[in-house]
């Protein structure tokens, strides 16, 4: 193709996206004079350049959509939805043209005589309404080219005039003037911006074979960095750091040529969806935040669609009409906010509507359609999880095949779009409040730095991004590994980490030794969830190439990849998503830093717990959360004391009291003794228990509430009725001081309470406890996370609280609460040890509608009831 | 897949020994033929995938023919040899024990699977041909590549 039309070729078509997003933008605002000033220099260029080439099909669309707009833009006609949507259909047009002129390098054949027609028909109707005396058939020339009148008065004058004017009618001989004054603007503009572009166009091809090249380079660099590691005392040592140090400059270098704004992604948006809503007869506005976040235009390419697709089932799907967003009490126009940010070696896209949000109901019926789950699974099920149905490959709610969406290519292409680049998709729906997606992908899928590892006799990489922290297990140290039944923990932190070895995983045992004393655990956390991965050894970090795993190879969940070391060998990129799913637990990806994917996660956590299941007693068995639990021990029976008529043990240099269970629960007087810890605030007590079973995940939901001290109520865990423990029962046996506990009243009406503390065995305590009395319990760790809540939307009965908190504390939140009008009738009740007199007055003052002491959870069920009373009074 | 055809209406065929069968793989598709060395094993890769390796900056998947027609596990001391394909741009070497040389044959004499060839041999053969002493398995490449296919027919 000739160098000259294949530059016009680019250059035309860019134009033209800006064209469509101006043109869209100056319809919502139509007094701006610099958006048209903009449009019109471009459609001006394109006529230009149409001519210089000997286009004349495509100088004709451009002149009379340019003739047009020199009406709006000299503001003797108003722009009128029809006009904008003729000129888009012109630009629609013309990009045909293009089209056709690429594929067959020359013109293609036919006639435009429709749309200039209407455009110069729209164009005389401006122009009569504006100048009546005008009445020839031929306007066009005769507007651009006609003679200044003298005296019309001074050009700054004129300027402001057109400026302000809005776009009615003004006098006919001002008209032409202005035409003049913005044409000469509109050269010195042009020379002004040649100057100013100091860039060239590469194509994609050489940037891509650049990037193949680097990547080469990098593989090679790592070869000799390996070879001269082995030679102690080598001269090449100060070359090759130089070389390496160069090389990683032009890796970032090439890297950042690569790079380009999500927003070239999002530039055809506004019109898409200014289309649809004319189509649709509905009002949507659309927000685009950090539109100049970079990313790597291959990853770009294919998020492009995915992306569009979204909008466009946000647009037809999730947004209702007017009247019914009339009838709900929202405001008439729907918001479609598309957000962007980087957060490590990510970047995190937001789609969000504030439309009606997934039909979860719907969702149902096609799951049990589809066959893809059971009645009997869905009942299980939070809405959350029925919510990711929508992944599901041909899935689509949508009873009408609809022109814009619905066509059968549903989320699932999406997903597969975003799974194909490494990337991860969440949903969150809230009913009647909006749908919003969030999309996590990497920056770039050529160059990644990974842990080089072994397992088994063979070399793994795990990508640096997922990896957390490592750990070294050796026997007799803190960090040892315990197992309970066939479930292998790691106490890190006052935390018990789900493991997993990399041998049994990739089924290397073969030959291997069942050596789990010594290695190293990497922690790992793919979106909310963190594991930690056992492996035999850990070498170092390497800058590595991905290659894509052989498509006989491809199945493998567990490899993401695979690429050449600096030794000239192949190893396998361990995918962390993979060994996440492997474990058996339902991940979902999420991201943790706003405050909406904090919602999620809360919500997440509601979902399911880690419960440890045992035997206390009786033949049932029995649970409790396992994050209410500080440690499992098993201690050699002998060393229980007895003292003052309570058994006790030496722990940790104090001495620890020992609770059972319930009396047919019998302190064994030899062999080993299993014990679950509880500590919170330097205190600890064990409760003596027959049999550790098995830790399971599982749906916390007591279904079942129980009249029996010391148990909460009855739930199934994997199937068995369990009875679940209330570990605040026991605490204040174990010491009395703990808090006094009465007994509690159940109350079955389900009401949604948010509880803050921050001490995460509060929460923990108190949640179940909750649960058991008939509320739906939310958690917060904060206050500032609390408010987040709220400010989304999220709605509760009623808010308890902590007083002492970092941060900010109770009697702020309480306040802040208060000032907003959303949420200034919600009533709060504060939670406190501090029970002086002006802590009860400056509660009142700050508008707490009760005050209730820590560890009165009896005094708490009774305030919420009250609370409750109140309210249905109300 | 045809094998290659010459202008007389014969094709050449790398031959190789596999077990102690002959087989020819087409000239046409064969890349190149190499030792294999420094082989990384794939774990919870098919059976038939003897693992990865770097060839001049290129990760080939290797595939072991004995496993793959079923003809029992390699017992020679011999280091066995790999001829290398590519397949819809992607790398691989199918591991053999022994190369031979090429030889120039007939299409004419080409025939067809005898009835009776075990068929995993007979799903991956595109003809017989018959040599003085030896009978030559024609080898078709993109069959043999099939390991998904196969898995679920199976």
Redesign the interface.
């Known amino acids: 193709m000739d160098d000259l039309l294949r530059e016009f070729l680019t250059e035309t078509n860019e134009s033209l996206d800006v064209v469509d997003v101006e043109l869209v933008r100056f319809e919502q605002d139509p007094s701006n004079a610099k958006i048209l000033d903009n449009i019109f220099r471009l459609v001006h260029t394109i006529k230009g350049t149409c001519g210089f080439l000997g286009l004349p099909r495509l100088e004709a669309l451009a002149h009379a959509a340019e003739t047009l707009m020199g009406k709006f833009r000299d503001g003797s006609m108003p722009a009128s939805g029809e006009s904008v949507t003729l000129i888009l259909a012109t630009i629609d047009r013309i990009k045909e043209i293009l089209d056709a002129l690429e594929r067959d390098q020359q013109e293609p054949a036919g006639a435009d005589g429709d749309l200039i027609g209407n455009l110069e028909r729209i164009f005389k109707q401006g122009a009569e309404a504006a100048a009546p005396q005008h009445t020839v058939g031929t306007l066009v020339p005769q507007v651009l080219e006609r003679p200044l009148h003298p005296g019309e008065g001074s050009l700054d004058e004129l300027e402001r005039a057109f400026r302000e004017t809005k776009p009615d009618p003004v006098t006919p001989k001002a008209a032409p003037k202005a035409q003049e004054v913005s044409a000469e603007k509109t050269d010195d503009e042009k020379s002004d911006s040649k100057i100013a572009h100091q860039s060239i166009r590469v194509t994609v091809d050489t940037l891509d074979c650049l990037m193949t090249m680097v990547s080469e380079l990098v593989l090679t660099r790592n070869q000799l960095l390996e070879i001269v590691r082995r030679h102690a005392e080598s001269e090449f040592k100060t070359p090759l750091q130089r070389l390496s140090s160069v090389t990683a400059e032009l890796q970032e270098g090439v890297m950042k040529t690569r790079m380009q704004p999500i927003g070239n992604a999002w530039q055809k948006l506004p019109r898409i969806i200014r289309d649809l809503a004319q189509d649709l007869g509905k009002q949507i506005d659309l927000e685009m935040h950090g539109a100049e976040t970079e990313l790597d235009r291959q990853v770009l390419d294919l998020i492009k669609d995915p992306l569009t697709h979204m909008v466009r089932n946000s647009a037809d799907h999730g947004l209702e009409t007017s009247e019914e967003r009339r009838a709900a009490g929202k405001p008439e126009t729907g918001t479609i906010r598309l957000s962007a940010y980087h957060e490590g070696g990510h970047i995190i896209i937001g789609i969000a509507d504030d439309g009606r949000g997934l039909d979860t109901e719907r969702i149902k019926a096609k799951v049990l359609a589809n066959g893809l789950a059971t009645e009997a699974e869905i009942e299980k099920m939070s809405e959350a999880q029925i919510q990711k149905f929508i992944f599901s490959p041909g899935f689509s709610t949508a009873t009408t095949v609809t022109s814009i969406s619905g066509r059968g290519v549903g989320m699932d292409v999406v997903r597969s779009n975003i799974d194909q680049i490494g990337g991860t998709i969440d949903v969150k729906s809230v009913s009647g409040v909006g749908l919003s997606f969030s999309i996590k992908i990497p920056l770039t899928l050529a160059i990644v730095s990974a842990l080089i590892v072994e397992a088994g006799g063979d070399r793994f990489a795990i990508p640096q991004l997922s990896v957390v922290e490592l750990v070294r297990v050796r026997g007799n140290t803190e960090h040892r590994i315990e197992r309970i039944k066939d479930t292998a923990v790691l106490r890190l932190r006052d935390k018990l980490l789900p493991l997993v070895r990399m041998r049994k995983l990739l089924d290397l045992e073969a030959g291997a030794d069942d050596d789990t004393g010594n290695g190293f655990i990497v922690v790992t956390q793919v979106g909310s969830q963190t594991f930690g991965i056992v492996v035999d050894g850990v070498f170092h970090t390497e800058e590595i190439v991905v290659k894509p795993m052989s498509s006989k190879l491809r199945h493998i969940s567990m490899f993401s990849g695979n690429t050449i070391l600096g030794d000239g060998s192949v190893i396998m990129i361990v995918d962390p998503n993979g060994v996440a799913q492997a474990m058996g637990t339902a991940v979902t990806p999420q991201t943790i830093h706003d405050p909406a994917a904090e919602a999620q996660r809360l919500a997440a956590s509601e979902q399911v717990t880690s419960l440890l299941v045992f035997s206390a007693g009786s033949t049932q068995q029995k649970a409790v959360p396992l994050s209410l639990i500080t440690r499992l021990e098993e201690i050699d029976a002998k060393k229980i004391e007895l003292s003052n008529g309570r058994h006790m043990l030496q722990y940790r240099g104090q001495l620890m009291p020992l609770v059972s269970m319930n009396e047919a629960v019998c302190i064994k007087g030899e062999g080993a003794q299993p014990l679950l810890v509880f500590s919170d605030g330097g205190r600890s007590m064990a409760l003596v228990v027959d049999e550790i079973i098995d830790i399971v995940e599982d749906r916390l939901d007591i279904q079942v509430a129980s009249s029996n001290p010391g148990v909460l109520g009855s739930a199934v865990i994997k199937g068995q009725a369990t009875e679940i423990i209330d570990v605040g029962y026991f605490l204040p046996l174990a010491f009395e001081d703990w808090f006094r506990r009465k007994e509690m009243t159940v109350q079955f009406k389900t009401r949604s309470v948010l509880l803050i503390d921050d001490s995460p065995f509060f929460r923990n305590m108190l949640t179940p406890v909750l649960q058991a009395a008939g509320y739906e319990v939310s958690t917060a760790a904060g206050a500032h996370e609390a408010l987040a809540l709220l400010k989304q939307g999220r709605r509760f009965d009623v808010v308890v609280t902590d007083i002492e908190m970092p941060d900010m504390d109770g009697f702020e939140f309480a306040e802040a609460v208060r000032s907003d009008p959303r949420t200034a009738k919600l009533p709060v009740i504060a939670l406190s040890s501090m029970l002086s007199a002006e802590a009860v007055e400056r509660g009142r003052q700050v508008g707490f509608h009760d005050y209730v002491a820590k560890f009165d959870r009896a005094g708490l069920i009774a305030a919420l009831k009250e609370q409750a009373a109140e309210d249905r009074a109300a | 897949m045809k094998p290659e055809t010459g202008k007389d209406n014969s094709s050449e065929y790398v031959t190789a020994t596999i077990g102690d069968q002959l087989f020819g793989l087409p000239i046409l598709r064969v890349q190149d033929v190499f030792t294999p060395d420094?082989l990384?094993?794939?774990?919870?890769?098919?059976p038939e995938?003897a693992g990865?390796?770097?060839l001049r900056?290129r990760?080939v998947?290797l595939i072991d023919m004995r496993v793959r027609l079923g003809l029992g596990q390699r017992t020679e001391t011999g280091k066995p040899m790999a001829i290398g394909i590519e397949l819809?741009g992607?790398s691989?070497g199918l591991l053999i024990d022994a190369i031979g040389e090429v030889l120039k044959l007939d299409d004419a004499s080409r025939e067809a699977n005898p009835v009776n060839l075990d068929p995993r041999l007979a799903r991956v053969s595109a003809g017989i041909h018959r040599l003085e002493g030896n009978l030559l398995v024609v080898v078709d490449i993109d069959r043999v590549?099939e390991?998904?296919a196969e898995a679920l027919a199976a």
């Open positions: 420094r990384t094993r794939v774990p919870l890769a098919p995938v990865v390796l770097n900056g990760i998947t819809r992607e691989y590549l390991l998904g």
